[in-house]
């Protein structure tokens, strides 16, 4: 792999220059910063790899899934899938896109990234938000829902890492202000449960742009959404959600482990570094539960091998 320098102080045009120059205060300090999306450039193995993801599923989704991500999905402005599916792909297709530099595959991210962008309304909201009747395998009703929209945050954030667009901090900050105002009448899990559990995604964006723009109000959406988000902190201090059989679905417990410790950036108490000592170095044997390809409810044993133990930090 081949790699770039970066630098900057977040007031040029160059890619490194739109990374924060420091961990705004109260936000913890932290060593490292992220590079922008495309400052490295894969080659070799890595790069044959991702050809064969453009080339695979992730880069022609549209045209194997139609039914979802085709022009009636609701990232589209279409009366098809409202939810999730077309965010997750864009999650991966565009980060996919850059890192190639591949114009095929960014000029297929482009409708989905202008028509969200445009999307938003004069309050800030954003996305899909109008439901529609069932339809055999298309999710066309809780277009509202905070999850989905958590998820296309993540999509815009990478699409300003490497583009530098600033239309994209705008609808942030508006929506944001909209979350800010809307949450404590109309909480994460007011649609679906699925945001109570993830909200740490949506805690980590507002702690990103927080680090860009320095607006105070952020940090309140921040404890807000510590606040509604699934306490995990207690859950895995306490062990007995791991201890119990198909007590959690495996991507909430994946986005579990990582909340508490996005919230320590603000709020830096010892029991958000504890709690990953009895969770991360034993074997956890824990049956959770994710939807298989087939749409069929699977289980799975979330273990961690011992040999994967040495990996883990020693917490002091």
């Not at 022609?60 to 979802?68: E, F, G, T």
């Not at 860009?212 to 699934?230: C, M, P, R, S, V």
């Not at 969770?279 to 087939?294: D, K, Q």
Request: aromatic share 12%.
């Amino acid at each position: 792999m081949s790699g770039r320098r970066t630098a900057g102080n977040g007031t040029g045009k160059k890619n490194g220059d739109r990374l924060p120059t420091e961990h705004r205060a109260p936000l913890r300090q932290n060593p490292y910063r992220e590079l922008p999306l495309g400052a490295i450039k894969p080659s070799g193995w890595l790069k044959e790899m991702l050809v064969r993801q453009k080339t695979g599923a992730t880069g022609q989704l549209d045209r194997l899934y139609p039914a979802v991500m085709g022009n009636r999905n609701g990232w589209l402005g279409g009366d098809g899938d409202q939810w999730e599916r077309g965010p997750y792909w864009l999650d991966g297709l565009l980060p996919l896109a850059y890192i190639l530099g591949d114009k095929e595959l960014i000029a297929k991210t482009k409708p989905w990234v202008e028509w969200t962008i445009n999307s938003q309304q004069a309050d800030g909201y954003f996305g899909p938000s109008k439901d529609y009747g069932p339809e055999p395998g298309v999710q066309r009703d809780n277009s509202r829902d905070w999850w989905p929209k958590m998820v296309m945050l993540k999509v815009l954030k990478q699409y300003y890492s490497a583009t530098g667009d600033q239309r994209v901090i705008k609808l942030m900050t508006n929506y944001f202000r909209y979350q800010l105002k809307e949450l404590p009448g109309k909480p994460l899990d007011n649609w679906t449960f699925w945001a109570k559990y993830r909200g740490g995604d949506n805690l980590m964006l507002v702690y990103w742009l927080y680090n860009i723009t320095g607006d105070e109000f952020l940090l309140e959406l921040g404890d807000l959404l510590h606040k509604q988000t699934f306490d995990y902190t207690t859950a895995f201090l306490d062990r007995k959600l791991l201890a119990t059989q198909g007590s959690i679905h495996c991507v909430n417990l994946a986005q579990g482990f990582k909340e508490p410790m996005i919230y320590y950036q603000r709020h830096p108490e010892p029991q958000y570094r504890r709690l990953l000592k009895p969770v991360l170095p034993i074997s956890v044997s824990s049956t959770v539960w994710h939807t298989a390809f087939t749409g069929a409810m699977k289980p799975c044993t979330a273990t961690i091998p011992r040999r994967a133990q040495n990996f883990v930090p020693r917490w002091k």
